[in-house]
């Protein structure tokens, strides 16, 4: 009886022990059959210009990185940031498509070409600031950021208003800058009279100008062949 519950026990320990044989191998080979989740290597912030290497990852010596600016860079249209608002002369105006990394004129705000309709000429607020807007040049200069006056521009002005000229009289010397502006819809052919010491034949445009010197002594008389209106005396002193 002893002897066979000895041998009973026996093949009950083997049974148990090829169970859990068999069932440590199932399980390692449902383990191998399993997809294996990859390692996320991160390198390692460099604390030093010099270089490391960490858990298989070489750490560059210098990294290059694109600057953050705190402000967009301004474009060559646009003008520049600043806190100092750029000062425009009355009657004038920033002229389109101009960079302001370069020096450029300022360019007058030219009147309308409607008269004033009691007496068919500028009113005197606009000939004035006309007056004004012919005699003076203004140049942006890019390395102060300011409007500056060109002080070696010198003119004598006349406005042809409507085919009146203002003034009617003039006295120069002999090579100043005579100016005509001509504020009219219709163009202007500017003329001398036969008796003036030198004979002139100019066209001046819509709302367009022209410089002359005048350099012989004398009385000039000029008008707009062809447009009713005054005449202008200009003496050329010696």
């Not at 859990?20 to 030093?48: C, D, E, K, M, R």
């Not at 953050?68 to 425009?88: C, E, N, R």
């Not at 102060?144 to 006349?158: F, H, K, L, M, W």
């Not at 202007?188 to 010197?213: A, H, N, V, Y």
Request: charged share 15%.
């Amino acid at each position: 009886m002893s002897r066979f519950f000895t041998l009973k026990n026996i093949i009950i320990a083997l049974a148990i022990a090829l169970i859990v044989s068999a069932g440590l191998f199932l399980l390692g080979t449902f383990l191998q059959n399993q997809p294996v989740s990859p390692q996320l290597i991160v390198a390692p912030t460099p604390s030093s210009s010099t270089g490391s290497t960490q858990t298989g990852v070489t750490v560059p010596t210098q990294l290059t990185v694109p600057p953050m600016a705190s402000s967009p860079v301004p474009s060559p249209t646009s003008p520049p940031s600043t806190s100092i608002p750029l000062m425009i002369p009355p009657g004038f105006r920033v002229p389109e498509e101009v960079s302001y990394r370069e020096p450029f004129e300022i360019e007058p705000i030219l009147p309308s070409l409607t008269p004033d309709p009691e007496t068919q000429r500028l009113s005197i607020p606009d000939k004035d600031l006309l007056f004004f807007q012919l005699s003076k040049v203004f140049y942006y200069d890019p390395d102060a950021y300011t409007i500056i006056e060109d002080t070696g521009y010198q003119v004598r002005p006349t406005i042809i208003d409507f085919g009146h000229f203002d003034p009617e009289d003039l006295t120069a010397r002999p090579g100043d800058n005579l100016l005509w502006f001509n504020q009219h819809t219709v163009g202007c052919k500017l003329k001398t009279d036969p008796k003036s010491p030198f004979r002139i034949e100019r066209e001046i445009g819509s709302q367009e100008m022209i410089i002359l010197q005048l350099y012989d002594p004398g009385k000039y008389l000029f008008f707009c062949q062809g447009l009713p209106g005054s005449t202008q005396t200009i003496v050329i002193t010696p």
